[in-house]
């Protein structure tokens, strides 16, 4: 089983995010999870969300506490929350920044495996708005096997319509240009 | 052939809702709740579902309204949580001892103050005594199968009787999970319409609920108890039934690695799904320990509940709500009572977890199930437990 925690700001998206990929996961035969962190959202106000996905079913309500991949979906979110908590021994930390390994685990102290992408320009470029939500799915893509693309383009076209399109271009854009680090 | 898709319980729910052919909604939305009646009004709205929703003023309206719909011989289904379904305390009473069936899914959700928006069973065991039939669902799954359920058994002429099904606010409403929603055709043969004996009708007038004198009153409960006693029949016959078109089988009471086990945690809801986890971590450790899960809540299923303990020595009877100067927690209470001077009884002890919204984690489970062990050894001082309490 692989347990995700999503990181953004109310509104980013980021449990439309998790979504996306618990319906992905399960339409190509998976059993998934997807829940936000419980609450009042606002927007704007840093926010979680989370994912499992497991080839057995998955007994338990736990909230994840201790995830194989971090995902964060804004720039500033790892300056003020630490991102990496909990993370397991082997896990990985996927980034949207605009700064290189060394600025990263410099700045944010962050020892694990990196994924990182300037998803804001890409999204900004493609979208024409900083949501970053689908974007960063791109580098979730490239940086684990968690699902596989085809049924998360499945999962978008049924979830955006004909805005679907874009978002694909924006997600297979941050697949070619995520950087994985060893 | 159904399939198993992606779906949010509450979606799902509304889905089954629909699927259950109901012809009155009236609803009233209240968090954790609101996504099954914003649905449900969606599918009316977009003509997917030919019902009246009826968008009411308050659960105090949306249960009168529920009363009036399902008297009129009309497929009836709300759904709330916490303080909203307290305020329709007033009207649950009615439709019970009245014999009106109509379902309604509770998100359970903690009763304010301090105001809480999340989890335990508070509301529900406020209103414990209303007299409704009242199952419990351990993930979404369950959630749809037992809101179908519940339509078959609620109107069933021999049970005639309201019927709950309790979804965990958040932990279950929110969640998205794989879920198989059945045909319609499956449906329609496990539900057929609703045939009431009576109903309320211009041209052949009867009278429904009137005053019940001293000379009545106690007969109408004893009546009404009756009813609930003889449910169980139905409700299982039901389930039988539902296993034979869909192919799950639901019990009252179920059984989780409880063969030759000495401690058995007793649990209702979708913590029940992580106390397996905890089971299955505990059995490895090679400590004989089990799991009973409450489905049925009410009428409670006292033979099967006897029965299932088997040879175990100690009960971890694990409540969702904490009633103030009690004894112990409600389920607690239950039991004790239901094993009181049994000879061979194992020893009950009570505990409370997962107010609030406070996750019950497998570490949690394993706490209980030690502090039960050290309690058999040496009898605790309270009447109960606390789990997790932060300070005390």
Redesign the interface.
């Known amino acids: 089983m692989k347990e995700v925690r999503i990181h953004g700001r109310g509104g980013q998206g980021g449990v439309t995010s998790?979504?996306l990929v618990?319906?992905?996961?399960?339409?190509q035969g998976k059993?998934?999870?997807?829940?936000?962190s419980?609450?009042?959202e606002r927007r704007g106000a840093p926010v979680a969300a989370f994912i499992r996905v497991s080839d057995t079913q998955?007994?338990?309500?736990?909230?994840v506490?201790t995830p194989d991949i971090v995902l964060v979906l804004d720039p500033s979110l790892p300056g003020l929350v630490n991102v990496a908590e909990g993370l397991k021994e082997g896990g990985i930390v996927i980034l949207n920044t605009e700064l290189s390994e060394s600025e990263v685990r410099e700045k944010f102290g962050i020892q694990s495996r990196l994924a990182m992408v300037d998803a804001t320009k890409i999204a900004t470029e493609e979208l024409g708005l900083p949501i970053t939500n689908t974007t960063m799915l791109g580098a979730l893509l490239k940086a684990t096997g968690i699902v596989d693309k085809e049924p998360l383009f499945e999962a978008l076209e049924k979830r955006f319509g004909r805005l679907a399109e874009k978002n694909k271009k924006a997600l297979e854009r941050a697949m070619n240009e995520t950087v994985v680090t060893g | 052939m159904s399939k198993?898709?992606?779906?949010?319980v509450s979606i799902a729910i509304a889905e089954a809702v629909g699927l259950a052919r109901a012809e009155v909604i009236p609803a009233y939305p209240i968090?954790?709740q609101t996504h099954i009646v914003e649905h449900l009004s969606e599918m009316v709205a977009n003509g997917e579902l030919d019902a009246e929703f009826i968008p009411v003023e308050s659960e105090h309206a949306a249960m009168s309204c529920c009363c009036g719909s399902s008297a009129a011989g009309a497929r009836t289904f709300t759904s709330s949580s916490a303080q909203g379904l307290s305020l329709m305390s007033e009207i649950l009473y009615i439709p019970s001892t009245m014999r009106l069936p109509m379902v309604m899914v509770v998100a359970n959700r903690a009763m304010s103050a301090p105001i809480s928006?999340?989890?335990d069973h508070q509301d529900i065991m406020v209103q414990r005594d209303i007299g409704w039939i009242q199952t419990f669902a351990e993930n979404g799954q369950e959630a749809v199968d037992l809101t179908l359920h519940a339509f078959r058994v609620a109107e069933d002429r021999n049970v005639s009787l309201p019927f709950i099904v309790n979804i965990?606010g958040?932990?279950?409403s929110?969640?998205?999970?794989?879920i198989e929603l059945p045909d319609q055709e499956d449906v329609d043969k496990f539900l057929p319409p609703f045939k009431p004996r009576y109903k309320l009708d211009p041209r052949r007038p009867i009278t429904m609920g009137p005053v019940g004198i001293p000379e009545v009153y106690t007969e109408a409960k004893v009546a009404h108890d009756m009813a609930m006693r003889k449910a169980k029949r139905y409700i299982l016959k039901a389930w039988d039934e539902f296993a034979e078109i869909f192919g799950r089988k639901y019990n009252p009471v179920e059984s989780y690695r409880t063969e030759d086990a000495e401690i058995l945690l007793v649990t209702m809801g979708?913590?029940s799904?992580?106390a397996?986890?905890a089971v299955d971590a505990m059995r490895d450790d090679g400590q004989k320990v089990g799991l009973l899960r409450i489905r049925l809540w009410r009428p409670f299923p006292s033979q099967e509940f006897r029965k299932a303990i088997g040879k175990a020595k100690v009960l971890a009877v694990v409540d969702r709500c904490l009633p103030p100067g009690a004894v112990c927690g409600p389920v607690g209470a239950e039991i004790r009572s239901l094993l009181y001077k049994i000879p061979g009884a194992p020893k009950i002890f009570s505990f409370v977890a997962g107010l609030g919204?406070r996750?019950?984690?497998?570490a949690r489970f394993k706490e209980i199930v030690d502090k039960a062990r050290q309690f058999a050894k040496k009898r605790p001082r309270e009447l109960y437990e606390v789990i997790g309490v932060r300070e005390k």
């Open positions: 998790a979504e618990a319906t992905a996961a399960i339409a059993y998934a999870q997807a829940f936000p419980f609450g009042p998955i007994r338990t309500r736990e909230k506490y | 198993r898709v992606g779906i949010e968090t954790p928006i999340w989890n965990d958040f932990t279950l929110h969640v998205i999970e794989p979708s913590i799904e992580t397996m986890t919204g996750d019950v984690t497998v």
